[in-house]
């Protein structure tokens, strides 16, 4: 955690059209019919949600047991913006594939080997192949490229048991996993149950285990058990920088 | 031409609204008002306001008023009072000169309005040159509006605006102005809903979206409102600070703020002269019809007042690219077809003006609270004025049903005509009405609607119509309403040296 | 205020795609450049409006001092809908227009003089025109439809001193106003001083204030010093009806 | 048609298409499959799981493929082995009969299979009557998702959905289901992301849609996805629950599913025959190649892959009318034209399908966080959809990058396809590309680049180029993926009584 560098005590407000408006605009549904009650109950939602005064200026009945409701309002919540240190980013510098491959060969003096897969019965294979694939992502092309990483797509609904026994057979320094589908929270499940699967078949020698998803916004690495957690707009350099900086910790490009 | 309209009308609709606009051009040839007589001076250099903030133009032409009346102009007696401090003024006493005295009060004044032309002259060469330096943006032009109130602001705000896509940006008046008798003076951080027009917040934007037209290397275009009861003077201070568009209608103060008919024909006129001279775009207003009437039963009542609009127009100097007429994406779309009507209509106003730099207006009337669908609505709308060519595209505001806009609301209503421009701005090609179809008869219709309206109009008198309803569906006799005791009738001898000088042309 | 029939207890929370998901959606510009720490702050003001866990999943530059973000979250909140008395609704019954001429004939035995504007510099006359013109509002006839009620029809922009004395001249009953524009709550204060420039010039004896606009959903009469307040999609026939139970309390439809 | 398409390049792509799909056809009318086999059973009437859940079908086709192989199917010897009580088979000795006992195995097995199909012929009647009854929408039909994983409230968000405007409702799987190689029993509130495809959750939906109908007075479609490990099967549970429309495509299963491409081709061909004798529209899957492929680049893909779905499709005994090729508005609209290229592409399936019930898909991959942008892009999907006469509308949804469709997005997601239809649904009266303008030239230059990769297609095989990556970028060798071992070359005397009655007909 880097604290910023602007350390002024500064209090903000949400913005509407000018300063210390506070305004927000906030939507949804409610399990009840729509009429002036169900009006009455979200401005209650919006009075707990700390807006005040509040104004319902769109409500829609969706069929007799629903009600849809779009809410404008204050918010009464001061945000300590100068107490927010700048979020766990990158502590890592951010290399070039060159830089990684120099520091792979000097430190590691071989190939590092990097095991890939979407488990679970998630198909969604976009996300990991934009870090692996040559072809890459946002104009970064993706790991398969890097001379020293040897990569191990295993595409997609991959089961767990068979992952780790992968990994293993290889030797792999890193495991990368994807997981976009988030319903019932199979994401949170289905990582968990990896970093446990990994932990029992291989103990304190486990591969490094990185995990990567649009929606993994609301969980820390140590929730799950993982090193590591890599969100929207991910690109393999940044990747590749991190497996430099978790593996190779004694190097530094120079 | 899509529609394949008959020339034949269309020439008949132009010479109906030329006779019917006859009475009203030949009221304003021989009026003056208040205002006018204040820009006058305000042209001859005249600024500032006294301790109260009354303006000295206001106090000038008000003694003189008191004094001899107006029917001679302000010119003759003030610039005969003239001495060397021209602060004394207020206190001077006035009186119409004759013989020599006449000759060289009149002199003094031609010249010292000269000057204010001048400056306006400049200004207009200025922009030109601005215009060839930073590049003149691609139609149709992204008009966007700030509302804060405060000019410090608002300045922040339209920089945002234009480095987000806006090609014109408008700060829109504090309610009350355009019923106020005055222009307020200076910088000004309190109004209601918008912004007041002053001299000063004039300059301070327009520096602003120079800085910021250097940046992005695009003429950013500066508009304000003209209409109210100072329109003769706020033209005037547009002309001498570069604005670059004015909302300037015929008659969008009589129906809309209760402005008495008379008085806003007089005003018109002089006001459009000098933005003929100042090369400024004005915007007409026939879009505000469509929020008080049906656009679909009103449609021909647009079109109508447009063409009265321009015949006012040429008449005062106004090209045909200076004529920004306005029209609306009103039709209630709950009915069926509405966005085939609307494409009707828009295309028709599009053909009958094709040199005409359209001001295109969003919805607004049928925007409600439910953002999405407002969001979506003005789609149609940036999507419609893309089909059919429009020049000026008011962004409509998804939050248009509950609030003036937010910072947010802006970015997301630009995000949304920069996708419909990018994804299908050069749709128009394959948009080609159906011989005989819907869209094509639709517009027909309308087109004769407006001959029948006009007719009658030309018959029974425009001021006999305006009393009757006939525009916005409300009633304005032509005696009532704010400011008639501001309307004069020239005496023999009348002198404007603005006038003189503006009809003489550059 | 009328409790409503349904006495079961009931505790709700909004719904998104199921029973007790409790997801709401929330938008909002911080006052901030866009960046991580930015997002924190957002995520910030949603855990302080109850959203547990929230997820940032739109944020936006706005110029480089604002940032625009999209926020769903799942909101602690329960709101306690059985214990919501039905609003305040219309506490009358809904005369037709005969009704309400048989009743203004019947107890007044002269016309109710009803008195209309939009004060202060608001110009927006649709909403007031939508009540008293004859044209009316949503297919029902405006109040000058009315045989029995005298309209004046002040139009807009008219200032509180000439209103007060326009009312006193006619010795209206009743005073009608509109107020569209909200900015700075001009509504507000626009209305609170028409209310005090009435009790000043008659005292007890003042006409019956009703105001009415679609944003007044925030305040109650007596905050204002009115007797009314009517809002959105307002009718002249609930108008009318207002005005005989308002003013003719002793008749009774039979 | 607007394009003008040339038709000799048209019948070409055409001839290509079928000189690709001929030894694909081959390999299926060949072979059989675990699923083929089971659906064989299903059509019989067997029914019902064990209590681990394991269907009797798959106890039964397993035991006999562990007994005496799959290759002479499984008709002979399970009817061979059926005693009275049928309950007794899954203990049975299999052996494959010969003779007078083959004679008798085999009219018993076609007179059981005979049953099955009786019943889809009888659910295919009443629809027709049910539509004549309740009547059929008017395209576009409306196609919304529901996707609880819970069949009871599936059901009633359904319900809302069609009293909301929904022609066709589509029951989205639970995302493992396509890789399970038996289908499972029973109504089920357990899904993830979506809600599994039984025989008793098809009843009870339909059951549930007929309800609305009658009280709609439209009669609504039901639809599922056969696509997976268990393609043959759950195309004859759609056929006998009368279900309307089935995802079900040539190539979804290997590229998106990494199903093993033999075991797809041959799959694929039973449940078309079911689908075709059920009266079933199919959807096919091209869309899913613009997820993972870019939108123009790929566009030819998309209209090769649809020649070759209908060819397979035609093969299998499907109509014009059943073929519900699919394709999707994905093209990122961040680029200029965006919506001019979705237009032409869009038109050119149109026209190269004029009888098909074009499915179209709304933007998915360009969907990001941003609601308001997704709202308006789906309107544009929208917009196309109505401009180019496509037949099926899938609804997008302003939250697609975020979650699966609240009851809100639905709601607001129809209210855009409403107002959209509304307001301009008779449009392409007026959308009449300029002859060799921009939306012509790309449509023809889609064209010819389908021409150019049919013909290497039909050079190199399909299979190899599936292993090339040429749909959808995903690179899929003939021996890989799941389910191989599911693939049964027929022995001399396979016998399927299912396949001999569907190529008989009605
Ligand atoms: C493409 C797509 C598909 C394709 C997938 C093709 C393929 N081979 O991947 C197809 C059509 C097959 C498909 C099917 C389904 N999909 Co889908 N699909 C999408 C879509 C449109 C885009 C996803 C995508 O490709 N994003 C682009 C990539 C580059 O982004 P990304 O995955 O976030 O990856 C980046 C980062 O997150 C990170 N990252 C990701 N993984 C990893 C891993 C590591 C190790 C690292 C370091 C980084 C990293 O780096 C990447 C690059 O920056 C989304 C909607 C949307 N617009 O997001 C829905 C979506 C993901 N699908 C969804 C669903 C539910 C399904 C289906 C179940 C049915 C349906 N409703 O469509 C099926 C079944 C799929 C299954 N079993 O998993 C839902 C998921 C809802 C949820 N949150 O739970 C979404 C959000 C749509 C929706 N709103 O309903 N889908
Ligand atoms: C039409 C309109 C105009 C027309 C007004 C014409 C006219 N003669 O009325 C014109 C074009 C002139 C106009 C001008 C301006 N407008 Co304007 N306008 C609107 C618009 C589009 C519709 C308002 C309307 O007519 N609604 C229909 C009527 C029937 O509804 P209603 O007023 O709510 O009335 C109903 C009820 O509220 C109730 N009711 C109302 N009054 C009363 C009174 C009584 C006694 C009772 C019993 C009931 C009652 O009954 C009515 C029937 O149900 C709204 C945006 C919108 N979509 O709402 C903006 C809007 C009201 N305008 C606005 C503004 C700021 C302006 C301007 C300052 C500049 C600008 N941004 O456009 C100018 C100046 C006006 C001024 N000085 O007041 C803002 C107000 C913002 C705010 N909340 O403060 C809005 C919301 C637009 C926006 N988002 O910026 N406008
Ligand atoms: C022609 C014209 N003038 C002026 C205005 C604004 O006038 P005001 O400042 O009086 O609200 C408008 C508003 O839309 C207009 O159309
Ligand atoms: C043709 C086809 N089949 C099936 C599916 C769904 O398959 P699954 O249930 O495997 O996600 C799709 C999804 O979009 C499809 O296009």
Not at chain 1, 14 to 43: C, E, I, K
Not at chain 1, 214 to 219: H, I, M, Q, S
């Amino acid at each position: 955690m880097t604290i910023s560098t602007e350390t002024i005590k500064q209090i903000i407000r949400p913005y509407g059209d000018t300063t210390g408006d506070a305004m927000v605009q906030v939507s949804f549904t409610l399990p009840v019919p729509h009429g002036s009650r169900a009006a009455a109950a979200a401005l209650q939602l919006a009075g707990k949600m700390g807006l005040d005064p509040a104004s319902v200026v769109h409500s829609k009945a969706m069929g007799p047991d629903f009600t849809f409701f779009i809410v404008y309002g204050k918010a009464t919540h001061l945000i300590d913006y100068a107490g927010i240190s700048v979020p766990e980013g990158r502590e890592y510098p951010l290399l070039t594939p060159q830089q990684v491959n120099l520091a792979i060969r000097t430190v590691l003096g071989r190939e590092l080997v990097v095991v890939g897969a979407c488990i679970g019965t998630d198909a969604h294979t976009v996300g990991i192949d934009a870090i692996l694939n040559v072809k890459g992502f946002a104009g970064e092309k993706g790991l398969e490229y890097y001379r020293e990483i040897q990569v191990h797509n295993l595409g997609a609904q991959v089961e767990v048991s068979e992952l780790v026994a992968r990994a293993k057979a290889c030797d792999a320094d890193a495991v990368l996993v994807s997981q976009v589908v988030t319903q019932k929270s199979a994401h949170l499940h289905n990582t968990k149950q990896m970093a446990a699967a990994f932990a029992e078949a291989c103990g304190l020698g486990r591969p490094l285990l990185v995990i990567g998803g649009p929606r993994f916004d609301t969980v820390t690495p140590s929730d799950l058990g993982v090193d590591r957690i890599f969100g929207k707009g991910t690109t393999p350099g940044e990747v590749a920088s991190y497996l430099v900086h978790a593996l190779l910790p004694t190097w530094s490009p120079s | 031409m899509k529609l394949d309209l008959d020339p034949e009308v269309v020439a008949k609709a132009r010479r109906l609204a030329a006779r019917a606009a006859e009475p009203i051009i030949e009221l304003a040839r021989t009026h003056t008002t208040v205002s006018v007589e204040r820009a006058v001076l305000r042209l001859a250099g005249v600024t500032g306001a006294d301790a109260d903030g009354t303006p000295w133009v206001n106090r000038l032409v008000d003694a003189v008023r008191d004094q001899v009346g107006l029917e001679h102009g302000v010119a003759l007696p003030v610039f005969h009072a003239l001495r060397d401090d021209p602060r004394e003024l207020v206190r001077a006493r006035f009186t119409i000169p004759s013989g020599a005295d006449a000759v060289r009060a009149r002199e003094r004044a031609r010249a010292a309005v000269g000057r204010g032309i001048a400056r306006i002259d400049r200004n207009r060469a200025d922009r030109n040159l601005l215009l060839g330096k930073h590049g003149d943006p691609e139609p149709p032009w992204i008009y966007l509006i700030v509302a804060t109130g405060d000019i410090y602001e608002d300045i922040p705000q339209a920089q945002a605006a234009a480095r987000e896509g806006a090609d014109v940006i408008a700060v829109i008046r504090s309610t009350g102005q355009s019923l106020l008798d005055y222009v307020p003076e200076g910088a000004t951080r309190q109004g209601y809903a918008g912004t007041y027009a002053t001299q000063e917040n004039f300059r301070l934007m327009r520096a602003a979206l120079d800085e910021v037209s250097g940046e992005l290397g695009r003429y950013i275009r500066l508009t304000n409102y003209a209409s109210g009861l100072c329109m003769p003077e706020i033209a005037t201070l547009a002309g001498l600070e570069r604005l670059d568009m004015m909302l300037n209608d015929c008659m969008y103060g009589i129906i809309f703020r209760d402005i008495n008919p008379r008085r806003t024909f007089v005003d018109q006129r002089f006001s459009r002269q000098i933005h003929a001279r100042a090369g400024i775009v004005i915007n007409t207003g026939e879009d505000n019809y469509l929020t008080t009437a049906d656009a679909v039963d009103a449609a021909h009542t647009v079109i109508a007042s447009q063409l009265l609009n321009e015949r006012f127009g040429h008449e005062a100097g106004l090209a045909d690219w200076q004529l920004g007429l306005g029209h609306a994406f009103e039709i209630n779309p709950e009915i069926p077809d509405s966005f085939r009507l609307e494409l009707a209509h828009a295309q028709l106003v599009r053909e009958l003006f094709p040199d005409a730099p359209l001001k295109y207006m969003p919805p607004t009337k049928h925007m409600t609270g439910n953002i999405f669908a407002g969001y979506l609505l003005d789609a149609f709308f940036n999507l419609a004025g893309v089909l059919t060519g429009q020049s000026i595209l008011l962004i409509g505001m998804m939050t248009e049903g509950i609030h003036t806009p937010w910072l947010s609301d802006r970015d997301l209503a630009l995000e949304n005509v920069r996708y419909v421009r990018r994804a299908a701005g050069a749709l128009a090609e394959d948009f080609r009405p159906a011989p005989g179809g819907f869209t094509v008869t639709r517009a027909r219709q309308v087109l004769a609607e407006t001959v029948d309206l006009l007719d009658r109009v030309a018959d029974d008198g425009l001021l006999t119509a305006i009393a009757q309803g006939t525009f916005g569906v409300t009633r304005r006799p032509a005696d009532g309403g704010k400011g008639l005791d501001g309307v004069v009738a020239h005496a023999d001898g009348y002198y404007n040296p603005a006038t003189e000088l503006l009809e003489e042309g550059p």
